[in-house]
């Protein structure tokens, strides 16, 4: 199974990583905004990351606590960007 996730920002935004079977530098990420009742509006579709699914690419992503900022923790190396 590829790795995938998701995340929820704070004005109804839906976060979602796209692996692509881990195949090298070919993850990308997408983002929606969910509507009242439940629909997605596409904001930006699948944007290259140019990061891989499994393996030495981003291990965790989290959010600013303001929301502006997404960090990422790699693996491999440990670092963060």
């Known amino acids: 199974?590829?790795?995938?996730?998701?995340?929820?920002?704070k004005r109804s935004q839906l976060f979602v990583s796209e692996a692509f079977g881990g195949a090298p530098d070919a993850s990308a990420v997408s983002s929606y905004i969910?509507?009242?009742?439940g629909d997605l509006e596409v904001v930006s579709p699948s944007?290259?990351?140019?990061?891989?699914?499994?393996g030495s690419?981003?291990?965790d992503m989290a959010f600013s606590s303001n929301g502006r900022y997404l960090y990422s923790l790699n693996g491999g190396n440990n670092t963060s960007g």
């Open 1 to 9: 199974m590829t790795p995938f996730g998701f995340g929820f920002g």
């Open 34 to 37: 969910v509507s009242p009742e």
């Open 47 to 54: 944007v290259a990351t140019s990061q891989t699914g499994d």
């Open 57 to 59: 690419g981003p291990l």
